[in-house]
């Protein structure tokens, strides 16, 4: 376990929302892998510059399940139940949870949608929709993006359910009194994932927060 000792979730906090990324590894035996997190709230076009250089992976963002259905959206693997030829697609990947996808989306503001400053405005306008006081916001979704898009949705399932990066850094926010609302990408290396130790060593550097599902489930 991460030695956690003069690390409070103040600390976590402040570093959120100064915007600086947290390093979150989910679990041996699991995915194994480490994602680059940051709260959207603060998310700019340098934020997402890092995840694409740094991490590497896929850049999306998390919110709970309950703020999706705000939104309409539901899980992918749920929508395809009944299609006649997605739902023989729907399947366990190895790590035996089903994925958290709903949607790839852009804003309507955007260009093209993949440039640095396209995601980063796609995923403030997400944060926003799904943290402001709108009292449609369903239709205001859909008014205001458009799919597919450069920026997939996920969305926790919850920790008694599923518990990989989705459900971890939208419990992170919780824990800290923040929106469930976060950016997270997987930390790649040469031609895999990045190994454990690299990601701690990459955090070390960096000086930034480097924390194990086992360390959030037992905050």
């Known amino acids: 376990m991460t030695d956690l000792s003069g690390l409070s979730l103040s600390n976590i906090k ?38 694409r250089k740094d991490a590497g992976g896929l850049v999306c963002y998390v ?5 999706a259905r705000k939104i309409g959206l539901n899980f992918l693997t749920d929508e395809w139940k009944t299609h006649p030829v997605y ?10 949870d089903y994925p958290s996808f709903l949607i790839w989306v852009n804003h309507v503001s955007v260009s093209t949608g993949i440039s640095d400053s396209d995601r980063a405005s796609t995923i403030r306008e997400l944060h926003n929709l ?15 993006f458009y799919a597919p898009g450069h920026i997939p949705v996920l969305a926790s399932r919850g920790l008694d359910e599923r518990r990989g990066h989705t459900e971890l850094v939208a419990r992170i926010a919780e824990l800290v ?5 976060m950016v997270i990408a997987e930390m790649l290396g040469d031609g895999k994932s990045l ?25």
């Open 14 to 51: 402040k570093s959120l929302l100064n915007g600086e990324p947290l390093i979150v590894y989910d679990f041996d035996g699991r995915e194994e892998e480490a994602d680059m997190v940051f709260y959207a709230g603060t998310v700019t076009w340098k934020s997402v510059n890092q995840l």
């Open 63 to 67: 919110t709970g399940k309950e703020e």
């Open 87 to 96: 739902q023989s697609l729907i399947k366990k990947p190895s790590y035996g």
């Open 130 to 144: 799904l943290t402001d006081h709108i009292e449609n916001k369903e239709e205001f979704f859909m008014k205001n």
């Open 177 to 181: 009194g923040l929106p469930r609302s």
């Open 195 to 219: 190994k454990r130790a690299n990601a701690e060593e990459y955090a070390r550097k960096n000086k930034l927060v480097f924390l194990e599902g086992k360390d959030i489930i037992g905050m």
